[in-house]
Every structure is written in structure tokens, then in C-alpha cells.
């Protein structure tokens, strides 16, 4: 089995005004939501072997908290994964297939409809991803993603 983990980025502050979305920074919250969640993925042995992150400032600096706690693992910026529907974000973990635990750093309600899409098989079937939230999701090694063929393993939220 190989595994998806999602973390959705940690919480963020408001746009200033004339503030574009990307560059919006994590609140003092999400700061230690993030340190949060780079601690629960160490405690509990998901150390990513590649992860991918969305351009968007919060998701990049949610990232380099958590990656403080776990240490060196290979990231890349996606751009894709910013405002991506389950569909897309589909299309970016089949295209990194080749890596047995793959971190996607992102947002809702991507995040949220995908970890429902491939648990449950309908994207509809979410109750919410909080900010700082990861979710775990077997997947069988050679398969190519589809809906309902995940075991969701973990959830966790700050």
C-alpha cells in the first residue's frame, strides 16, 4: 500500500486591503497549528517521501513548520494544487504515483472533496477539513486513482 496524506494549510490572517490572496501569511494560530501538525505526523511515522505544496504563502510556510518538525523531505511547489478541484488534485497524485507516501499541501474545499472522493466515492460526502486538519489515505500500490479507492487510516486537526 502507498498513502496520501493532505494537509490543509494552517490558518492565515485576513487580505489586507489590495492584498492578493496568494500572499496572505499564517496567523500566530496557524503557526502553532502547523508545528502541531508536524509533530503529530512525527509521533505517529508519516514521514513523507516527497511532498508538494501550493504556491500560496500560507500553504509554503505551513509547510516549512511542519517540515521543521520532520525534517529534510524532497518539496516541490505545485501550482496546480491552488484553488484545485478533486479532479486536479487527482491528476497531481497520479502524476507522483512513483512515491510510496506523498504530502499535498493545500486547501479546501480541494482537499476536503478529495480525501471524501477517494474514501467514499462521492465528493459530496465531506464534513469539513479544519485548517491545520491532515488526513491519511491508503491507496493500493499500482492503481490508478478513482473514486472509493481509499481507506481513509487517520484524521487528525489541531
Do not use: K
Request: hydrophobic letters at 40%.
Amino acid at each position: 500500500m502507498r498513502e496520501l496524506i493532505l494537509l490543509r494549510h494552517a490558518h492565515a490572517e485576513p487580505a489586507a486591503p489590495g492584498q492578493d490572496d496568494l500572499d496572505r501569511p499564517l496567523s500566530l494560530q496557524g503557526q502553532a497549528e502547523a508545528e502541531a501538525a508536524g509533530r503529530w505526523l512525527l509521533e505517529h511515522g508519516y514521514l513523507p517521501d516527497r511532498v508538494l505544496v501550493s504556491p500560496a504563502r500560507r500553504t509554503r510556510e505551513t509547510c516549512e513548520t511542519v517540515m521543521a518538525a520532520l525534517g529534510y523531505v524532497e518539496c516541490r511547489q505545485e501550482a496546480r494544487i491552488y484553488d484545485a478541484t478533486p479532479g486536479r488534485l487527482i491528476q497531481i497524485a497520479d502524476d507522483n504515483r512513483d512515491q510510496g507516501r506523498l504530502l499535498m499541501v493545500g486547501h479546501n474545499p480541494g482537499l476536503e472533496q478529495l480525501a471524501a472522493l477517494l474514501a467514499s466515492g462521492q465528493s459530496g460526502d465531506f464534513r469539513g477539513m479544519p485548517a491545520g486538519a491532515v488526513a491519511v489515505l491508503a491507496l493500493p500500490d499500482e492503481a490508478t486513482l478513482e473514486p472509493g479507492i481509499a481507506r481513509l487510516t487517520a484524521f487528525w486537526w489541531p
